[in-house]
């Protein structure tokens, strides 16, 4: 749902945001229970869509954003 209908919606619900620096391009989902999903944005208006690319434990991500 967050990744689909409220792809460009800010909502409680949905923890994500566009990743900055050299990550920039990259946006991050927060999945419960400790689990991070990267991902972009393809496409156009109105057929934008996501696509992931890793799902990672927290510990993962933050390894991996150090690096990025």
Request: charged share 25%; aromatic share 14%; net charge positive.
């Given at each position: 749902?967050?990744?689909?209908?409220?792809?460009?919606?800010?909502?409680?619900?949905?923890?994500?945001?566009?990743?900055?620096?050299?990550?920039?391009?990259?946006?991050?989902l927060h999945i419960p229970y400790?689990?991070?999903?990267?991902?972009?944005?393809?496409?156009?208006?109105?057929?934008r869509h996501a696509i992931v690319?890793?799902?990672?434990?927290?510990?993962?991500?933050?390894?991996?954003?150090?690096?990025?």
């Amino acid at each position: 749902m967050c990744l689909e209908e409220y792809l460009f919606v800010n909502i409680n619900l949905c923890n994500k945001h566009e990743l900055k620096g050299n990550c920039k391009g990259y946006w991050r989902l927060h999945i419960p229970y400790n689990y991070v999903a990267i991902y972009v944005i393809e496409g156009t208006k109105p057929d934008r869509h996501a696509i992931v690319l890793k799902i990672m434990t927290e510990k993962e991500y933050h390894n991996w954003i150090k690096s990025c």
